[in-house]
């Protein structure tokens, strides 16, 4: 489970596995994020304040996403699919960043790896922003 959020002054990235991340904003039609946060309740909270539409996803700092595939198993470079070059490192996303989707504000659904669960449980994020529907 996910550490919580230390502050000291600033919002220090949250932790996943030891792993520092940072949630990244991206609008439903743009090519390049609109957003980056520290904080999952900061992200919610901005993205609720404008009616959003786009996808919110964790970041691993310092570490490229192909490393970070490749590093959990998510990726085998020397798999069946090929030999990998320059474009495919700078190009690489995965389905298994921590992601969800949002239309005009709401928080439909998290996403994990394909898989569309709601949250595991409230205590994950505030509850003061979220109805007991969405929990």
């Known amino acids: 489970m996910d550490q919580p959020i230390q502050e000291e002054g600033l919002h220090i990235a949250e932790s996943r596995g030891g792993e520092q991340s940072v949630w990244i904003f991206n609008g439903e039609t743009s090519c390049f994020p609109s957003a980056v946060f520290l904080s999952f309740t900061r992200a919610l909270n901005w993205i609720e304040r404008y009616a959003l539409t786009g996808t919110l996803t964790r970041?691993?700092?310092?570490?490229?996403?192909?490393?970070?595939a490749v590093e959990n198993d998510f990726y085998q470079p020397n798999s069946t699919r090929g030999k990998f070059g320059s474009k495919t490192v700078a190009n690489f996303s995965s389905a298994h960043l921590?992601?969800?989707?949002?239309?005009?504000?709401?928080?439909?659904t998290?996403?994990?790896?394909?898989?569309?669960?709601?949250?595991?449980?409230?205590?994950?994020?505030?509850?003061?922003?979220?109805?007991?529907?969405?929990l």
Do not use: A, C, M
């Not at 970041?59 to 970070?68: A, E, G, Q």
């Not at 969800?100 to 928080?107: I, L, M, P, Q, R």
């Not at 998290?110 to 969405?134: A, C, K, M, W």
């Open 110 to 134: 998290r996403t994990i790896g394909g898989e569309h669960p709601l949250l595991d449980t409230p205590e994950e994020v505030n509850s003061d922003y979220f109805t007991s529907e969405q």
């Open 59 to 68: 970041y691993p700092l310092d570490k490229s996403v192909f490393d970070w």
């Open 98 to 108: 921590e992601h969800y989707h949002f239309k005009d504000g709401t928080f439909p």
